[in-house]
Structures are given as C-alpha cells and as structure tokens.
C-alpha cells in the first residue's frame, strides 16, 4: 500500500479500537504517517522507540515498599497520565521498531500493547495504541532483507492488524511539495528518476530511503545560505544516498541550475511573452511537473477566475502525456481546486485537445 491507503486503513483499525501494525523500510515515513493521524484527530503523540529499551525499563524496575513490591512507571507512560490529567482528549501511542528489541523487551510491550497493562499499570481508554517494525527474511516481499529483528511468535502476530507499507514516489513528492517542505531540486530529481526514491545496490552499504532523501534537502537549503564548495555537498549527499545516486544528482543539479519562471511571476504577468512560453515549451518533464504543482498549490490560496485561467493557459503549454497526468491528479487528489477549473474556457479546451475532441 502507498502512504495514503496506509493512512486510511490505519485511521479505520485504530478508530474501531483494534492495533495496526506498519511494516515498512526503514526511512519510510511510518512515523510521519502516525504524525499526520494523530494531527488529524488532535491526539497528542508519545513515541516509543523499542530498540533504545533494555529489559525491565518499560515493565518499571521493581522497589519494595512496607513489604509490598510496586513497579518503576517509565517515563514515556508517566508523560501520558500526565498529559490525560491535564486535558481532555486522547493520546496516541505509537510503539516503533517493535522487532528490533531483545526478546525480553518485547514480552513487556506486548503486554502493553495487547493487555493494556504491565505490573499494575493500566492504559487508559483514552489511549490508542500502533506499532510498526521493519520487514523480516520470512516475509515473501523481503526474502533478501538483511535487518536484524526479532520476531514474534504466531499468537502475538494474530493479535495485529498487519499493513503492509511501501514507498510511492508520487505520494512523496506530493507530500514533499506541502507539509515536507522538501526541497525543489530534489523534488525534481525524484519527478525524473521515481525509482532512486528507495534504491539499494548490492556494490553499496548505504541505501537510499525517502528519509535521507529530506536529510539531502534540509542540506542543500543551508548550502545555498552558505559558502560552502560543491564538493562538500557531494560528501554529504554520497553520505546519504550512496555514491552512484550522489553523483548523478549532482549532474542533475549542474544541468538544472538555471531556475524556471517562478509560480508567482507566472500569475503575476498581465500576458505571457513569447520567451515564456518558449521556456515551458523546452523545460523537462520533471521541472515542469513541479511547476504544475507549485501553481495548483498557488491557486488555492487565489482561487478566482483569472487565476485559473492563467494556470490553464500554462498547463495547455505542457506536453499532452504531461498534461493528462496533471488533470487526473487534480480530479482525484484536489477537489477543491478542480471545479473551479472546470469553469475555465481554457482548462475544458486543453483538456478536449488531449482527447482529441472537437
């Protein structure tokens, strides 16, 4: 499943009151998928990392009292009676690299996770509760994984509901032009090449993941303030993507370096010259994708008649495979942008002209 079939079939598992469980790539954005329900619902977050937990720190170390023995609460769980004391909605804890822990440890959070309770501590119903854990050997995706895990035994696994997490470079890129931030060139780059979004080389140690992807852009945004050479970039995307990716995404880079007209000087402009249009007409695939985005984005901020003519005329500008894929997206993905073009002369004749209607 891509980032948004998981999002909403981990939002309807965990609103009817049962545990998902996200199995994905490390780097993948299973975290940042917990981020966005847990913003969507207005829960406050607690993340367990269980890979940084030794055995008996999430059960509390036991201490004897008057004769009676009584548990050490952990702090991520006092973090949450506190924050329930305080307010008056819910929490959601989000138990990560479930898999990556010692035995032990994984017997405590089980526990937890399945009973709501662990040596006299309870959950409260206002807490929900999600794990997720990297891909193992014995799944038929991932015969060739390498990562050291831990797996569960059949009873704990059917307690679960099991999704399955893949990347998509489409959904990241979206994800990247809104909440990410990411930055544009490597935006474009994965626009170009959507398979180094995840890549892996048997000739190298370091994989590329959609995390060290967002490492890459907040670089290159201090890169650009700074006086720093190429080659100290280059170690630092080889650092995060390997060398083969580093070096073409600094070719990429090179080539691209000239910007493409801006979004704003696009709606700005009383009429588009001639040099304009032929700046779109011989401006990659890639590069004018994103401007395409970057303007739907635009447009919902301004969303009157000229401007959606004026994003029209430069969508008509665009090659018809290109424009094709554009206007499904906007049908499918931006329903509060795509009926305000409808009611556009120019958008209806662009699209009859890439259906070749009369």
């Known amino acids: 499943m891509n980032y948004k079939e998981t999002l909403e079939a981990v939002e309807l598992a965990l609103l009817s009151r049962s545990v998902p469980l996200i199995i994905g790539e490390s780097g993948i954005g299973k975290t940042s998928l917990l981020k966005d329900f847990s913003k969507k619902h207005d829960l406050y977050l607690v993340n367990i990392d269980a890979n940084l937990l030794k055995e008996g720190e999430i059960g509390g170390l036991p201490m004897v009292v008057a004769g009676?023995?009584?548990?050490?609460?952990?702090?991520?769980?006092?973090?949450?009676?506190t924050w329930l004391q305080n307010n008056p909605g819910k929490v959601m804890l989000f138990i990560d690299e479930i898999n990556r822990c010692d035995h032990s440890v994984q017997q405590e959070l089980m526990n937890l996770i399945l009973n709501r309770e662990i040596n006299g501590y309870?959950?409260?119903?206002?807490?929900?509760?999600?794990?997720?854990?990297?891909?193992?050997?014995?799944?038929?995706d991932y015969r060739d994984t390498d990562y050291q895990v831990v797996d569960m035994d059949p009873a704990q696994e059917d307690r679960f509901i099991w999704f399955h997490m893949?990347?998509?470079?489409?959904?990241w890129i979206r994800w990247g032009m809104e909440d990410g931030e990411i930055?544009?060139?490597?935006?474009?780059?994965?626009?170009?090449?959507?398979?180094?979004?995840?890549?892996?080389?048997?000739?190298?140690?370091?994989?590329?993941?959609?995390?060290?992807?967002?490492?890459?852009?907040?670089?290159?945004?201090?890169?650009?303030?700074?006086?720093?050479?190429?080659?100290?970039?280059?170690?630092?995307v080889k650092g995060n993507v390997g060398t083969k990716l580093a070096q073409e995404f600094m070719t990429f880079l090179e080539d691209n370096k000239n910007p493409l007209i801006s979004t704003e000087d696009l709606y700005e402009m009383e009429v588009l010259s001639q040099f304009v249009r032929d700046e779109i007409g011989q401006a990659s695939h890639s590069r004018l994708y994103i401007l395409s985005k970057n303007m739907i984005l635009k447009l919902r901020d301004h969303m009157t008649p000229k401007h959606a003519d004026r994003f029209s005329e430069v969508l008509n500008l665009m090659p018809k495979d290109l424009r094709i894929s554009v206007m499904k997206e906007l049908k499918s993905d931006y329903p509060d942008v795509y009926p305000i073009l409808l009611n556009s002369d120019l958008f209806i004749e662009g699209f009859f002209d890439c259906y070749g209607r009369s």
């Open 68 to 81: 009676k023995t009584y548990y050490a609460t952990h702090h991520k769980l006092m973090e949450i009676d």
């Open 183 to 236: 930055h544009e060139q490597v935006l474009q780059f994965i626009s170009n090449f959507r398979e180094y979004l995840s890549y892996s080389s048997e000739e190298e140690y370091i994989k590329a993941t959609p995390r060290s992807w967002e490492r890459v852009s907040n670089a290159l945004k201090v890169f650009e303030k700074r006086n720093y050479d190429n080659k100290t970039l280059y170690h630092l």
């Open 122 to 140: 309870k959950l409260s119903d206002r807490v929900l509760v999600a794990a997720a854990m990297n891909p193992t050997n014995k799944m038929d």
């Open 166 to 171: 893949d990347s998509d470079p489409k959904e």
